[in-house]
């Protein structure tokens, strides 16, 4: 069970966090959640597509870790996550921002999931410093969780944008691995290029200012990556 407390040096002055990938965390699954400020850097390493939820018809952007629900194939047998970029979602680890009652006021705080083994007492590096101020290594999660936050006020009006000029394409990849056997997959959505790159000039406009167009693009080029996963899939399994 989680047990998620705001973090303050006066309770946890001794508290240690190291970061670490693997089953345990959650972290051997097919897909997860990207946000539009990390498209650009993810697009180099990840197929980026959508999902759509079945029950509210929303869609969210995701990165592919691999072609079943249990399957990521950046994460090797000793969880080590290979890729140059490591999804937010995933570094955030056991930590998110939450509101705290302080005095007349409610403020922002780093809560932590105190039950998460990532976190021990006396183990470097530690949270906070000895004088009580945070530590590079909470400045780094804190940073993380911002950027997680101002991606989230750009996620739908990103994709209301996409929706209005049409311009997301179902994905159904068949693909045959070098075992002889033949992987059907249901990928998601993806951006349509030739929609794309025939979109009248007005929205192409309305696109670019609001600062789409270019994510737009970071989609459509991104789903070349699929060979490069079949090929990390193909490797494993010799």
């Keep these: 069970m989680k047990d998620f407390q705001p973090l303050s040096a006066e309770q946890h002055k001794t508290l240690g966090y190291t970061e670490k990938y693997g089953s345990e965390y959650g972290h051997q699954v097919g897909a997860v959640m990207i946000?539009?400020?990390?498209?650009?850097?993810?697009?180099?390493?990840?197929?980026?597509?959508?999902?759509?939820?079945?029950?509210?018809?929303?869609?969210?952007?995701?990165?592919?870790?691999?072609?079943e629900e249990h399957e990521n194939l950046f994460l090797n047998e000793n969880a080590v996550w290979n890729a140059r970029y490591i999804p937010l979602a995933v570094r955030q680890g056991p930590f998110l921002i939450g509101l705290q009652q302080q005095e007349a006021e409610r403020r922002l705080a780093i809560y932590a999931d105190l039950n998460d083994s990532?976190?021990?007492?006396?183990?470097?590096?530690?949270?906070?410093?000895?004088?009580?101020?945070?530590?590079?290594?909470?400045?780094?999660i804190r940073d993380i969780l911002s950027a997680r936050h101002k991606g989230l006020e750009v996620l739908e009006p990103m994709i209301e944008a996409f929706l209005k000029y049409d311009l997301l394409e179902r994905v159904i990849l068949e693909i045959d691995l070098s075992?002889?056997?033949?992987?059907?997959?249901?990928a998601g959505y993806t951006?349509?290029?030739?929609?794309l790159m025939a979109l009248e000039s007005a929205a192409v406009v309305e696109l670019h200012k609001s600062g789409f167009l270019s994510l737009a693009y970071n989609v459509a080029d991104s789903v070349n990556n699929i060979q490069g996963l079949i090929d990390i899939k193909n490797a494993k399994m010799k």
């Design 35 to 67: 946000l539009p400020n990390e498209f650009a850097r993810a697009q180099r390493e990840y197929p980026i597509l959508f999902r759509k939820d079945s029950e509210t018809g929303r869609f969210l952007p995701v990165v592919l870790l691999g072609f």
């Design 179 to 186: 075992s002889g056997a033949t992987v059907k997959f249901d």
């Design 191 to 195: 951006v349509h290029i030739e929609k």
């Design 118 to 140: 990532r976190l021990q007492q006396d183990v470097a590096p530690a949270l906070f410093n000895a004088d009580g101020h945070a530590s590079a290594t909470l400045n780094k």
